[in-house]
């Protein structure tokens, strides 16, 4: 669902527990790379490409705590608030978008900065 200023509506809050992610399909965001939205353990919500800079390992599928995620292949981590990378062998940074919670739904804002 769309709403007037550009965002869309991804996923209940609920949908997502602290610590993990889910993977936004490529044909919903618009975007080139799918968008992982990630929650961490204080229970905010952040939003990052979904593939992993290094090869092809799904961001949403790895481990979110404190401002990182970890790559679930080779464990490289990206920040969340950011991208940038932290800890080899990925060595490029990758995308945030914004995210919004409102009233305990998820808003996407594709390649908006957060
Ligand atoms: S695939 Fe992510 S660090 Fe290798």
Redesign the pocket.
């Known amino acids: 669902m769309t709403e007037p200023d550009g965002g869309i509506r991804v996923a209940a809050l609920d949908d997502i527990s602290e610590g993990e992610g889910l993977a936004i399909s490529s044909e919903i965001t618009g975007t080139e790379d799918d968008i992982a939205i990630l929650r961490d353990l204080d229970g905010s919500c952040w939003a990052l490409n979904d593939t992993?800079?290094?090869?092809?390992?799904s961001l949403a599928d790895g481990w979110v705590e404190d401002g990182y995620v970890e790559?679930?292949?080779?464990?490289?981590r990206f920040c969340l608030r950011d991208g940038h990378v932290d800890g080899p062998?990925?060595t490029v940074d990758t995308v945030p978008h914004r995210v919004e919670v409102r009233e305990g739904e998820i808003y996407l804002f594709p390649n908006q900065r957060p």
């Open positions: 992993c800079t290094h090869a092809q390992a790559c679930p292949v080779h464990s490289s062998p990925a």
